[in-house]
């Protein structure tokens, strides 16, 4: 008996279009969106794949709107798309009355959809300027960032009196196995340090001082095992960011728990060139969105003036994270060929010198076929 697409089979079917969620976000959001969507259209053409796109309306706009960050249903429709691209969301302005923000999603999405890591590329490209003295390809690595736990699982739970707060710092075993065997997993499909093409993971946490992260740590060490090929390390997290200003060439892959992760990588983004230019993915078993690593900058939004970068890149892992990984690889190629070529430019603070849409046309125009 034959299979379909085997001789004498029925024909094998067309691929079905990839099934894509869009949030546009707040301030800068939109402008971000819009731009990636142009490379999307450009990349879908040159790789021959087909899409659909379906809006969701989420963030402190729609919060105000609606008195809902997410509209009911949401959560479900976000997890059975391929994938999902997010603009950055909330507005300084929109407000709980506990004082916190009514417009950010992390929380909602991050746990609701389980996406336990935050994978955040950091690549110096030529042509940038970054805050240390490292030239392009000399910081190529990828911090993973653990995404469901640590000291955020305690966001809005927290204890508090006028006079005292405290919040609770939980990491789990099962959190963390899975979280570090994804960066063992990364590194695997990774070519090494930029220094010594050494594949390696190094554990970042404080298990000097607090018994959550020696936790944290005697789970790496656990999962490392089944890993012999790739390298280890450990490393405070005070040492870290010391490590990661000074001789950024040597990692590769880096783990850690959530609020250190958000820490350190915001420090990382600085040595590429700014929050603008680092996109992220959040994954998880059975979902995944990508979003730039940034806010929604209300002090720039509405002016063309934000870098797209960040929200292309995004929409690069988001690519590969749909099995789509070529078009990832030549949105990341007009990224860098773009740059090159000096085809836009970055001023001091990361801003496009002739704004979004130049950075838009340029990628755009470094997609070709082949
Ligand atoms: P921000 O990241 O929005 O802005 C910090 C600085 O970086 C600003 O000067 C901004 O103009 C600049 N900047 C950020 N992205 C840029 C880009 N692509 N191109 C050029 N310049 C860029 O952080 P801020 O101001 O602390 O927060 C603004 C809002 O964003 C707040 O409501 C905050 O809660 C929210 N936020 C949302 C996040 C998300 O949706 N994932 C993450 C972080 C903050
Ligand atoms: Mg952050």
Redesign the pocket.
Known sequence: MSGPGEAGGPPEAAPSPLDLVVIP?D??GPE?VDSALQVLARVAALDGFEYRLTTVDAG?TAYRRTGRALPDGALERLRAADGVLKG?????DVRHPDGT?A????GLLRTGLDTFANVRPMRLLPGVTGATRHGPGEIDYVVVRENTEGLYLSRGAGAATPHAASDQLMVTRVGTERVVRYAFELARGRMGAAADGARRVTCVDKSNVLRSYALFRRVFDEVARDYPDIGTEHLYADAAAHELVARPQTFDVLVMENFLGDILSDLGAATVGG??MCGSLNAGTDAAYA??V???????AGRG????V?QILSLALLLDHAGRTSAGDRVRGAVESALSRGDFELGE???PVRGTQSVTAAVCENLRPG
């Open positions: 976000g301030g800068i971000l402190a950055p969301v909330g507005l300084p923000e417009g950010l999603l992390g929050l603008g979003e730039p940034h806010g929604s900058a209300p002090d720039i003036l934000a870098n797209p960040s603070r990361g801003q």
